[in-house]
């Protein structure tokens, strides 16, 4: 069973830039979500996508967006980024449907803005 | 007002101890709770997944919901050095991806 794997690990940028992130969703699973964790905070939902759409998304501004291909993997964009964008970037993969099936995260993309 | 509030620490511990690692709640459509593990510069990782009030066991943990005081917690027994990491409390309606966390614990258990 393959896990969720994400790339970069390590980014750094200047505040206005724009950044793309990128998973791979677990094997098996259909659904990605993103989450944002600032430093001593616990995770933030950003939003989820399932069928390549979008699927519900927490109190991020339009500049955080998404996509998701057809081999379920997927990119998180933000652009015009700012200092408080700074923060490692979960991507977790589950199973649509399967109450059985709870998040499983890759080990993130550590965001550094300046 | 969050949520999800998560008992703060930081908590540092003797080996062999009992940890007891506390979340209250304020939606009652939660109907999942989860506990992860996180280590330093990693994902979480789960460690328990409950549905109903009660008690889970799994090894050294056990999990316990307490829906009627909207009230988790995550116990450890006989606690080790591996056992070092932050916990965080998460809860879900039915959809697993939109999860709500609380901001961890951060625990240490010294040899």
């Known amino acids: 069973e393959t896990g969720v794997t994400q790339s970069p690990t390590h980014l750094i940028k200047t505040r206005g830039q724009q950044v793309t992130l990128r998973c791979s969703s677990q094997s098996g699973h259909n659904t990605v979500s993103w989450y944002q964790q600032a430093l001593g905070q616990g995770p933030q939902f950003i939003f989820q996508?399932?069928?390549?759409?979008?699927?519900g998304r927490g109190n991020f501004p339009p500049r955080f967006s998404g996509l998701q291909f057809p081999n379920y993997s997927s990119e998180l964009n933000v652009n015009a980024l700012e200092l408080d964008d700074s923060a490692l970037y979960l991507c977790?993969?589950?199973?649509?449907?399967?109450?059985?099936?709870?998040?499983?995260f890759g080990n993130g993309t550590r965001l550094t803005v300046t | 007002q969050k949520e999800v509030e998560q008992d703060p620490g930081p908590l540092s511990v003797p080996e062999g101890a009992i940890v007891s690692l506390n979340c209250t709640y304020s939606?009652?459509?939660?109907?999942?709770f989860m506990w992860y593990r996180q280590y330093s510069r990693k994902g979480p990782e789960l460690l328990m997944y409950t549905y109903s009030s009660g008690n889970k066991e799994d090894g050294r943990f056990t999990a316990q919901v307490d829906k009627s005081s909207k009230y988790i917690s995550l116990f450890i027994r006989d606690s080790q050095p591996s056992d070092s990491a932050t916990y965080l409390c998460?809860?879900?309606?039915?959809?697993?991806?939109?999860?709500?966390f609380g901001d961890g614990t951060t625990l240490t258990v010294k040899p």
């Open positions: 977790a993969s589950s199973l649509a449907g399967d109450l059985n099936s709870p998040l499983h």
């Open positions: 998460a809860m879900m309606g039915t959809n697993a991806g939109k999860s709500t």
């Open positions: 939606n009652s459509a939660f109907q999942y």
């Open positions: 996508y399932y069928r390549e759409e979008e699927n």
